[in-house]
């Protein structure tokens, strides 16, 4: 189990880089792309975004919910896996049963709960940022 942690914890820190990586504006190479919305420049895209420090924020925000939510579910499936597991080892005993379906549905509900979590947050930063 400790090193289930530990790969757990590792894969985290390898991944985390990629999901912090926030949104690149689109460079045009053509009047097609630049009809669309894309950037000339470094210069012409920060003047097309007037509130840049909002975006921003809501970035950094999306991102740390994402990762937040990335992990909960990690831990969830680990949960359930450890749950799973507690079920084929109780050898019938009731108690052990019990409390492996709790650990199941604890791990279930708890994944609904932040799922439900991330969309709230993300409605009220939208009707925040408008």
Known sequence: ?????IYTLLTIGL???TLALG??????TTQEELKKGACL???ACEASTPDSTKSSVNDIINTIINVFSWVVGVVAVIMVIFGGFRYVTAAG????TK???DTILFAL???????LAQTIVKYVIDLVAN
């Open 1 to 5: 189990m400790k090193k289930l942690f």
């Open 15 to 17: 991944l985390s880089p």
């Open 23 to 28: 949104s690149q504006p689109i460079y045009a």
């Open 41 to 43: 420049g470094d210069a």
């Open 93 to 96: 005993n009731e108690t052990k």
């Open 99 to 101: 409390a492996a379906k």
């Open 109 to 115: 509900i708890g994944l609904v709960i932040v799922a």
